[in-house]
T-cell receptor, first 109, second 113 residues
Framework: GQNIDQPTEMTATEGAIVQINCTYQ??????LFWYQQHAGEAPTFLSY??LDGLEEKGRFSSFLSRSKGYSYLLLKELQMKDSASYLC??????????WGAGTKLIIKP | SQTIHQWPATLVQPVGSPLSLECTVE??????LYWYRQAAGRGLQLLFY??????ISSEVPQNLSASRPQDRQFILSSKKLLLSDSGFYLC????????????FGDGTRLSIL
């Protein structure tokens, strides 16, 4: 079967760094997406990784290891507005997008 | 730039009533279109996707149906709603190339009474 695992919930402090992990087992791999979803709103695209390594976009970075079936999203200098759910999604070999259940990130002052 | 419109934002319907949710995309042609449902605190469940006019693929058997009467219009329908149809419905579009991210409309929160 196909499976994506993310922690259900994480808590971090404003100004700190947090790493949200995602592990996957899918039928083939054509890339991994990270989305941010604020409560009651639609998901918005954050990043796409298809090759191993780290992709940096401002305060957000995303890492991929295809051999380990593992990715993480790194958020630096956390702000209260970063409180949201973070969704990991894998594009399989037949271009089907498999979604994780999401990680709810709570930022405390 | 491309934009996606989805309406209504919220909807309260009685059990057994029909449903029609509409989604339109502007600023692009021949997009891939998607309907998702998200239960509270859960991930996204793909319901339907379309790669062209009249081409609909169903992922989950249910009492819902989808249609794509025009290139940039995607409609989600039901003849008789069930209590289990409650949820947050999201329309998304992506360029035809598979590696491009999907972009979502604002969603419709559907409550069945």
């Amino acid at each position: 079967g196909q499976n994506i695992d993310q922690p259900t919930e994480m808590t971090a402090t404003e100004g700190a760094i947090v790493q949200i992990n995602c592990t996957y087992q899918t039928s083939g791999f054509n890339g991994l997406f990270w989305y941010q979803q604020h409560a009651g709103e639609a998901p918005t695209f954050l990043s796409y990784n298809v090759l191993d390594g780290l992709e940096e976009k401002g305060r957000f970075s995303s890492f991929l290891s295809r051999s380990k079936g593992y990715s993480y999203l790194l958020l630096k200098e956390l702000q209260m507005k970063d409180s949201a759910s973070y969704l990991c999604a894998v594009l399989t070999s037949n271009y089907q997008l498999i979604w994780g259940a999401g990680t709810k990130l709570i930022i405390k002052p | 730039s491309q934009t996606i419109h989805q309406w209504p934002a919220t909807l309260v319907q009685p059990v057994g009533s029909p449903l029609s949710l509409e989604c339109t995309v502007e600023g692009t042609s021949n997009p891939n279109l998607y309907w998702y449902r998200q239960a509270a605190g859960r991930g996204l469940q793909l319901l339907f996707y379309s790669v062209g006019i009249g081409q609909i693929s169903s992922e989950v058997p249910q009492n819902l149906s989808a249609s794509r009467p025009q290139d940039r219009q995607f409609i989600l329908s039901s003849k008789k709603l069930l209590l289990s149809d409650s949820g947050f419905y999201l329309c998304a579009w992506a360029p035809g190339q598979e590696y491009q991210p999907q972009h979502f409309g604002d969603g419709t929160r559907l409550s069945i009474l």
